[in-house]
């Protein structure tokens, strides 16, 4: 059975830093796609970013230059790292994993901006 767990999620002052993780564990074979999604309460749940696995990244325009992905494949780790964050990042981030026949996700974890 797979499992995606995320860690990292909390409460951080607006300008202030996570950092989150989402480890595979389980009988997978050949991750191609990893990312992090977001939901916000009262809306649908919006891709953050994504990273091949050969290493090409992509943002949702309103985290350019904030936020960075970044995968480890030996470990099965996907990783956010969010800078400069803003109220409006307050959400529930997801991970997701995608294989060749199957799309997974995390139980989701907590990342609230708030002074």
């Known amino acids: 059975q797979v499992q995606l767990v995320e860690s990292g999620g909390g409460l951080v002052q607006p300008g202030g830093s996570l950092k989150l993780s989402c480890a595979v564990s389980?009988?997978?074979?050949?991750?191609?796609?990893m990312g992090w999604y977001r939901q916000a309460p009262g809306k649908q749940r919006e891709l953050v970013a994504t990273?091949?696995?050969?290493?090409?990244?992509s943002y949702a325009d309103s985290v350019k230059g904030r936020f960075t992905i970044s995968r480890d494949n030996a470990k099965k780790t996907v990783y956010l790292q969010m800078n400069s964050l803003k109220p409006d990042d307050t959400a529930v981030y997801f991970c997701?994993?995608?294989?060749?026949?199957?799309?997974?996700w995390g139980q989701g974890t907590q990342v609230t901006v708030s002074s």
């Open positions: 389980g009988n997978i074979f050949r991750i191609l796609d």
């Open positions: 990273i091949t696995s050969g290493g090409i990244t």
């Open positions: 997701n994993v995608r294989t060749t026949n199957a799309n997974y």
